[in-house]
């Protein structure tokens, strides 16, 4: 596999056709090495003089935040150097002169910027239900399994064993885990098909680790932020949300959230990170472990715009639905206020749609002429008005890179709160396996104690 990898680098040197496997924009663990593992299996098994370049669709830059991919990087000792990522190639300009060729992994939609590159699709592969309206035009291998590496570990198995790996298996093995929750038949996340392919990987290679050890490690890698600027940590677990003019981001962050606000000058770290990115408001959901193995929740917003700060605040203080349970937290920092959150069962999925109707208060109370009624007392009449309302469908104005794929069939026991038969298999994000697992974990130690008395 590294020696496969130094010579697609060189490749790029020259003025050729290249046949790019393209991992999704995510660039999760699963996207990365399925991209890696396909291109090597087609480098290896088409006759055609075809160039096959995998490429890791994020700018290199962003490579630190996925603190699992660079551990397993590291376990088979592929240096980050040699990879390529979006940065490094002008795909647009390839596409101009006709030298692209595109496989697609663990994704079939190209976002809106990529469009013009559908026609050079000439298959996919992924584990995702099909999009008929976006798909494009080509062959199309679809499965809905836990892992695309599980796919991709079927077409090597397949098609040609002899050219698998110890470096690749490993990366393959170490990704169905990850993604299947360590075959945990509690979770559901994974299917049969999953399951047999990661004991044909461990048959052919014995020493590959044990499935207890890489899970944990990668758990641990996953969620390990030391060494991660502040807009580092607070771009790992992001989504955006907008309303009209307002622009929201909301980052959950794996640490306690005093030790957070004790980094060095953090106030100047949040504004800068706000005007940059254009943000109106900074919301961190912080989630850790005490020392008793009980998860704890914090919560701080950030906002230069005092009316508007003190009305989420004010709101979120409030909240019945969902309570909060908020403790003030002292903090120095200007234009921040940070909690407590004394409900640690509202998870960012719970609290986006109160945050929205938050929004929607503010920007009509806003529209009041002066003179009717005071700032903050009209704010607060419209969200209890907002909040009584019954059965409203909510939009979140969720940016288009956040937004959740179609969803599968599915167990009820999927990761996903509330999540019933006919909604699917859920986007795995880190903190909510961080919280399933926490369950679980929770739920045996339970059934231990009432089995021993």
């Not at 008929?132 to 570990?153: I, Q, R």
């Not at 461990?202 to 680790?209: A, H, K, M, Q």
């Not at 403790?327 to 004394?342: C, D, E, K, R």
């Amino acid at each position: 596999m590294e020696e496969y990898l130094q010579g697609c680098r060189a490749a790029l040197q020259e003025s050729r056709s290249l046949h790019i496997v393209l991992g999704n924009e995510a660039c999760d663990l699963d996207s990365m090495v399925s991209a890696l593992a396909l291109a090597f299996y087609l480098s290896k098994t088409t006759e055609a003089e075809e160039v096959f370049v995998p490429v890791l669709n994020i700018k290199r830059s962003e490579l630190p935040l996925r603190g699992d991919n660079i551990f397993m990087l590291q376990k088979v000792n592929i240096p980050q150097s040699i990879l390529i990522f979006r940065d490094d190639i002008d795909l647009q300009a390839l596409q101009q002169a006709g030298q692209l060729i595109l496989t697609l992994v663990d994704h079939h939609v190209l976002p809106k910027n990529d469009a013009n590159l559908e026609e050079a699709v000439i298959e996919v592969l992924d584990h995702r239900p099909i999009e008929h309206k976006h798909c494009p035009p080509c062959h199309v291998s679809v499965e809905l399994v836990g892992s695309c590496a599980t796919l991709v570990t079927e077409r090597i198995l397949q098609g040609a064993p002899e050219i698998l790996d110890w470096q690749t298996a490993f990366l393959l093995h170490g990704t169905i885990i990850l993604d299947c929750v360590n075959m945990d038949l509690k979770v559901g996340k994974a299917t049969l098909k999953d399951s047999r392919y990661v004991e044909k990987l461990e048959l052919v290679f014995p020493g590959l680790p044990n499935r207890n050890d890489i899970f944990n490690a990668l758990q641990k890698a996953k969620f390990d932020v030391s060494g991660l600027t502040t807009e580092q940590m607070l771009r790992k677990d992001q989504k955006t949300i907008y309303k009209e003019s307002i622009k929201v981001a909301i980052s959950v962050i794996y640490m306690d959230l005093e030790v957070f606000l004790r980094r060095p000058n953090l106030t100047e770290d949040l504004g800068a990170f706000c005007q940059a990115h254009g943000y109106d408001v900074l919301v961190a959901m912080t989630i850790f472990f005490n020392p008793d193995h009980e998860p704890v929740r914090q919560l701080a917003v950030f906002c230069p715009h005092m009316a508007l700060r003190m009305m989420i605040c004010g709101v979120l203080e409030r909240s019945h639905s969902p309570p909060l349970k908020l403790t003030s937290i002292p903090s120095t920092h200007s234009n921040l206020q940070a909690y407590l959150q004394g409900n640690t069962q509202v998870s960012r999925k719970k609290f986006l749609p109160l945050l929205q109707e938050t929004l929607s208060a503010y920007l009509d109370s806003m529209k009041i002429p002066a003179g009717q009624s005071e700032v903050m007392d009209v704010p607060r009449q419209q969200v209890h008005k907002e909040m009584n309302r019954e059965s409203k469908s909510l939009n979140l104005g969720v940016s288009q890179d956040e937004e959740d794929p179609p969803l599968p069939p599915t167990p009820m026991n999927s990761l996903v709160d509330d999540c019933p038969l006919d909604q699917g298999l859920p986007k795995l994000s880190a903190e909510a396996i961080f919280e399933k697992c926490n369950q679980i974990s929770q739920f045996q130690a339970t059934t231990s104690s009432l089995a021993k008395k």
